[in-house]
């Protein structure tokens, strides 16, 4: 009988490390952005996913959809333009961390939009249309002197103006302005948003607080037809998506109306709000999960199981759990359906829907694009992944989020960072290219960051949900989250109940066993906070944590300016003398540093880590990196050279540097 205990526990000792991830033992990992002691392949993952954010010489990221064209940040080297649908889930994920310069990056793609958007007068032609959005407008897709006011492909003669896209646009603006809270901005973004919310208010339907929208009228457009008449003929239906995303959006436009003191706007936008939630009701089924639209005549789409229309639509059930537009109960209730139906994520990633769609206005049998798995029918979105993954940390399936990010590393891996994913998430959709990136594929990791501690911000303040994996015991997260002109690291130590936060090292008393509260005025510009929950051992401050405002990948060897080119030697020089004239806080200064790690990087790209590629794909991707330091220079120097005349005297002494500088 002992011996047979002993062999029984020699197997299980031996047996746990083959079931078990390599890292789930590791007592630290010390990563570039993150340190923590547990499940060190998650660590990895969270470090990985903030790499992504700056220059890395071993991972595409953010640095390589620099646009010098409009100073910002475009879809990818395929697809000239900045769509709303797209960038909707990356940019939400990433804006609590992003900095200078890609804040201002980001504010000149979605400039893009509201510069160009719909005034009721002004004429925006797209292919043989020319077309007169309505005041409030936006758009699918723009690029300076093109913006495309509906869904721009499949039968856009059908189509609706940009529903859904609208509310979109309006929420990732209203977010990043809640995060700045820049007085000077909000006064000039709050009009445009206001039209915003004014433009879709006229789809409310007053008998029932449900929006209408055409063929086209929804996010993941054109997957939505409307409603389809007994001529034949497409008209409106009550759209789900865009009842939660109007709410939503709702939500971010009353906080900045309070931040702005208008307080007659904040009755009127929390009335539309309240109103838009009661409506809610006539769009969810028995089992608390919602259908994808209801047609006039009272007819479901997207009842799972039913004899028509019987699929599952995921957008607007993730999204009313990722932006807590449902209770805990209902969030519940639609993670539990979403569980139940593993043909909505065959590879991981989150499908658009489950079974194909019949109620599309082509069959789906018409051609390849259309074919459930390919585009808009059952072919993955990352934009969308990162709206899944901030509601599977809302509801701690920690392990889903797990998932989805190792399946994204599989095409990080080989430089194959596409959008959409086809073959229900598996393969790239343009397999001819050499490699492949898309802003899309951000958002995966961005939200893997942004999860992690959720970050809702209202006027008064900040609300932190931590939200972390039962195997790690301890992360100290070494870089800036943003908080108006305030910066804030965080680390948490021990597991389940809040029991204790400290800021700088004092008792901070505003919080529960679930989340911290950060009034703005009682917060330090500087907040190390400190999050002790059961079971936790003390936290040393992180004080090299807030090092460079960009942190690059490690290089392990040394780099040489002059081995880079006379760019970076010219970079190298004018950010030593923008430093030396106290103007080490100024955009440009950021948009210097950035460029000259990128060169730095590519270098150290091409060292270490492009051996690493599959064969194929290896000069396009040392060309990549050569090519996005380039356009950082350029962009630069062109925003630089704008400043020759201007009126703002630090501009031209900026200009005067610049020029010097050679």
């Known amino acids: ?16 490390p083959l079931l078990i991830s390599p890292f789930a033992f590791c007592e630290r990992f010390e990563g570039t952005y993150y340190t923590g002691e547990g499940d060190g392949e998650y660590l990895e993952l969270l470090d990985i996913a903030r790499r992504m954010f700056g220059p890395d010489p071993e991972f595409q990221n953010l640095t390589m959809l620099y646009h010098p064209a409009w100073n910002g940040l475009v879809e990818g080297p395929t697809w000239d333009a900045w769509w709303i649908q797209n960038s909707y889930g990356p940019t939400y994920c990433a804006l609590p961390f992003l900095e200078e310069p890609f804040v201002t990056f980001l504010q000149n793609s979605q400039d893009l939009w509201f510069d160009q958007m719909g005034d009721g007068k002004t004429v925006r032609s797209h292919r043989e249309w020319d077309w007169i959005p309505p005041d409030g407008c936006l758009c699918d897709a723009a690029r300076p002197g093109w913006f495309v006011a509906k869904q721009g492909d499949g039968r856009v003669d059908i189509h609706d103006w940009g529903m859904e896209f609208t509310a979109a646009g309006l929420l990732m603006q209203a977010e990043l302005l809640l ?36 063929p086209a009228g ?139 769609l019949d109620d599309m206005y082509v069959d789906a049998d018409s051609s390849w694009l259309w074919s459930f798995g390919t585009w808009v029918n059952g072919g993955h979105w990352s934009t969308c992944e990162a709206r899944m993954i901030m509601a599977y ?45 898309c802003y899309d594929s951000f958002g995966p990791p961005a939200a893997l960051v942004r999860g992690l501690f959720e970050y809702l911000y209202t006027a008064e303040g900040l609300t932190i949900i931590p939200h972390i994996p039962a195997g790690i015991t301890f992360l100290h997260q070494r870089f800036p989250i943003r ?105 440009e200064t950021a948009h210097c540093e950035l460029a000259l790690l990128c060169y ?37 120097a062109d925003v630089i050279a704008a400043y020759e005349n201007s009126d703002d005297p630090i501009k031209t002494k900026i200009n005067k540097i610049w020029n010097d500088s050679k």
């Not at 445009?192 to 029932?208: G, H, M």
């Not at 028995?286 to 479901?300: A, M, Q, R, V």
């Not at 929950?533 to 040394?558: K, L, T, W």
């Not at 270490?608 to 996005?628: C, F, G, I, V, W």
């Open 1 to 16: 009988m002992k011996h047979g205990i002993h062999w029984f526990l020699v197997f299980i000792i031996f047996s746990i």
């Open 179 to 214: 995060i700045s809270r820049d007085e000077n901005a909000i006064a000039h973004y709050l009009p445009k948003l206001e039209r915003c919310a004014n433009f879709i208010e006229t789809r409310r339907d007053p008998n029932n607080n449900l929006f209408l929208a055409g």
């Open 218 to 356: 929804n996010l993941l457009a054109p997957s939505y037809a409307g409603y389809k008449k007994p001529d034949g003929t497409y008209d409106k239906a009550y759209l789900a998506g865009l009842s939660i995303t109007t709410i939503a959006a709702l939500d971010r436009l009353i906080e900045l109306e309070k931040l702005a003191g208008n307080t007659e706007k904040v009755v009127l936008y929390t009335d539309r709000r309240d109103q838009a939630k009661q409506g809610l009701a006539l769009l969810t089924t028995d089992e608390g999960y919602f259908i994808k639209s209801l047609d006039p005549d009272g007819t479901k789409h997207g009842v799972y199981g039913a004899e028509k229309h019987g699929y599952f639509e995921a957008s607007p059930n993730h999204d009313a759990i990722a932006f807590r537009v449902v209770d805990d109960a209902q969030a519940e209730k639609i993670y539990a359906k979403i569980a139940s139906l593993p043909g909505l994520r065959p590879h991981d990633f989150i499908l658009p829907n489950y079974p194909g």
């Open 393 to 437: 940390y809302r509801l701690g399936k920690y392990e889903d989020c797990r998932r989805s990010m190792k399946q994204l590393l599989k095409f990080a891996r080989e430089f194959r960072m596409d959008n959409p994913l086809v073959e229900f998430g598996s393969k790239v959709y343009q397999p001819k290219e050499l490699i492949n990136l």
């Open 483 to 587: 908080f108006g002109d305030k910066k804030l690291l965080l680390a948490i130590s021990g597991a389940g109940k809040i029991t204790a936060v400290k800021v700088n090292g004092t008792p901070w008393k505003s919080f529960d066993e679930k989340s911290i509260r950060m009034p703005y005025d009682q917060v330090p510009n500087y907040a190390d906070i400190a999050i002790y929950c059961d079971h936790a051992v003390p936290i040393e401050p992180d004080n090299d944590g807030m090092g460079d405002r960009i942190m690059s990948a490690r290089y392990d060897m040394p780099v040489q300016i002059t081995d880079l080119g006379e760019k970076a030697i010219r970079l190298n020089q004018f950010l030593a003398n923008l430093l030396q004239a106290n103007l080490s806080n100024r955009y």
């Open 600 to 636: 730095k990087t590519g270098r150290a790209h091409r060292e270490k880590y492009n051996h690493t590629l599959p064969e194929s794909a290896r000069t396009a991707a040392a060309q990549l990196y050569t090519d996005t330091a380039n356009k950082l220079y350029d962009g630069l």
